[in-house]
C-alpha cells in the first residue's frame, strides 16, 4: 500500500507542541491536510503517550457538525468534551474558516488552561493574510503544498522516468497519486476542480459570472510560463473569445484564485534597479495536475511543466520566488538597443540568493549562451543555476562558473541548493 509521510510537516506539527500559540494548518483542498492532522499527527500523539480522550477532532465538512459552526455551540461542545484533569488535550478543527467568527472561537480556545490548538483550513484570505493582524501574534502557520516529488517518488517508487511522467501529467495531489487508472485520475482531477476548488471560489465570493472565471482559469492554465496581467487578460478576453470584462474584475478574480491556493504569482523584479515592476506577473498552479485537467491533457510542453513545478519546489522549500528582468544595452547594426532579459526564477531565502534558468536541454552552444546570457548580465556573484529537463545529463560547473544540474539531481537533491 503506497503511504505518504508528509514527513516535514509532521515535523512542523509536533514542534508546535507546548507553545502557546494556534497552530493554523493552511493549503488546497485535498492536498491532505486532514490525514495530516487527524491520521499522522494523532498517530504520533497516542505513540508518545497522549490519552485519547485528550484528543479532541471536529471536522465542518461532515453533514453532523454543521450545527458547530455556530460560534457559542462549539465552544460549548468543546467545553463539554474537555477533560476534568491537568493533562493537555490536543484540539484539531478541520476546514476551520466554516465557523463562524472562527478566529475569535480559537483565541478563546488557546486561553483555556492546558489546551493544545490546531486547525486546517483552505481560504489564504482568512487564514494566511491576516494570521498576523487577526490572531494578534498568536497565530503560527503551517502550510501544506500538495505533494513534492520527492514526497511522490518515495511513495510510488519504480523506475524514476515513468514516475516523474506521471507527475508531470496528473501532479501531486495525494488522492490522484493513489489512483492507478488514468482515466480515472482525470475524472478525480476533473471532480475535485468542479465541486471543491471552483464552485468554493463561486460561492465564497458570491460571483455572478461563474463562466467568467471559469473561462479565466483555462486562459491562466493555457499561457503558465508567459508574463501577463490584467488587462493583457481582458483583451485576450475581447479579441480571441468576444467576451467583454474589465481589468478590474479580472484583478479581482485572480486575487480569488490566489486565496484559494489555486494559483500563485510570480511577480516581476528588476535585479540590478533592485524593484519590483508592476506591469506584469507570471502564474503557476499550485498542482500542474489540475492544470493539466482544464485543457483536457492538451499543450503537454515539458518546458512549461517543468518550470511550474520548479517553482512550486522552491516556494515549498521556503525561498521567496520571483521573475527576474534586466535591461540591457547592446549593439546591434551599429547602434545600441535596449533589450530586456528574463531570468525564470529570482530565489531568496535570507541570506542567500540565486539565480535559476529552466529548459529542457542544452543540445548547442547558442542554446547555452541564450540561457546563461540573463546570467551572466547580472554581475554580481550570487550563485547562478540552470536546471535541465534531460536527466540524461548530469550536473557540473561550466566555465562561466554556472551550476547545471539536472531536473532529477534539483528535486531530489535539495541540499545542491544550499
Known amino acids: 500500500m503506497v503511504v505518504f509521510e508528509r514527513k516535514a510537516y509532521l515535523q512542523e506539527l509536533i514542534s508546535g507542541l507546548g507553545n502557546d500559540m494556534v497552530k493554523i494548518v493552511t493549503g488546497i483542498r485535498r492536498c491532505g491536510k486532514s490525514y495530516l492532522l487527524f491520521r499522522l499527527f494523532k498517530k504520533y500523539l497516542v505513540e508518545?503517550?497522549?490519552d485519547e480522550q485528550h484528543i479532541i477532532e471536529l471536522t465542518f465538512e461532515e453533514r453532523e457538525n454543521i450545527a458547530l459552526t455556530d460560534p457559542d455551540k462549539l465552544l460549548s461542545h468543546i467545553d463539554a468534551h474537555l477533560p476534568k484533569d491537568n493533562q493537555t488535550t490536543v484540539i484539531m478543527l478541520d476546514e476551520v474558516q466554516m465557523?463562524?467568527?472562527?478566529v475569535s472561537v480559537l483565541l478563546s480556545l488557546m486561553h483555556k488552561p492546558n489546551v493544545q490548538v490546531y486547525c486546517s483550513g483552505s481560504n489564504s484570505?482568512?487564514?494566511s493574510s491576516d494570521v498576523v493582524t487577526e490572531f494578534r501574534g498568536r497565530g503560527w502557520e503551517i502550510r501544506v503544498h500538495p505533494l513534492s516529488f520527492a514526497e511522490?517518488?518515495?511513495g510510488v517508487g519504480g523506475d524514476f522516468a515513468t514516475a516523474l511522467n506521471a507527475y508531470y501529467r496528473y501532479g501531486g495531489l495525494p488522492g490522484v497519486a493513489l489512483i492507478e487508472s488514468e482515466e480515472q485520475k482525470r475524472q478525480y482531477l476533473q471532480s475535485i476542480y468542479e465541486t471543491a476548488y471552483l464552485r468554493d471560489v463561486i460561492d465564497r465570493n458570491h460571483l455572478r459570472n461563474a463562466e467568467g472565471m471559469r473561462t479565466l482559469v483555462q486562459v491562466i492554465a493555457s499561457s503558465i510560463g508567459a508574463p501577463t496581467n490584467p488587462s493583457r487578460i481582458a483583451n485576450t478576453f475581447k479579441s480571441e473569445l468576444g467576451i467583454t470584462i474589465s481589468s478590474e474584475t479580472i484583478a479581482s478574480y485572480l486575487r480569488y484564485l490566489q486565496d484559494?491556493?489555486?494559483i500563485s504569482e510570480a511577480l516581476r523584479y528588476d535585479v540590478k534597479g533592485r524593484k519590483y515592476i508592476g506591469a506584469s506577473a507570471k502564474y503557476f498552479f499550485e498542482d500542474v495536475g489540475i492544470r493539466n485537467m482544464l485543457l483536457n491533457f492538451r499543450q503537454q510542453e515539458d518546458n512549461h511543466i517543468m518550470e511550474n513545478i520548479i517553482y512550486n519546489e522552491l516556494?515549498?522549500?521556503?525561498y521567496a520566488v520571483d521573475v527576474g528582468s534586466l535591461d540591457v544595452w547592446e549593439m546591434e547594426d551599429g547602434k545600441y538597443i535596449r533589450k530586456n532579459l528574463e531570468i525564470d526564477f529570482v530565489v531568496n531565502r535570507a541570506p542567500e540568493?540565486?539565480?535559476i534558468q529552466s529548459t529542457f536541454a542544452l543540445p548547442t552552444r547558442e542554446k547555452t549562451i541564450q540561457e546563461q546570457r540573463p546570467l551572466l548580465q547580472t554581475q554580481d556573484n550570487f550563485r547562478k543555476i540552470i536546471v535541465l529537463g534531460n536527466i540524461f545529463q548530469s550536473?557540473?560547473?561550466n566555465d562561466e562558473g554556472i551550476q547545471i544540474m539536472n531536473i532529477r539531481e534539483f528535486l531530489l537533491q535539495p541540499e545542491l541548493l544550499k
Open 395 to 397: 550536473g557540473w560547473v
Open 152 to 154: 511522490y517518488y518515495e
Open 353 to 355: 540568493r540565486l539565480y
Open 99 to 102: 465557523v463562524r467568527e472562527f
Open 125 to 127: 484570505k482568512f487564514l
Open 48 to 50: 508518545h503517550g497522549v
Open 260 to 262: 484559494a491556493f489555486i
Open 315 to 318: 516556494c515549498l522549500r521556503g
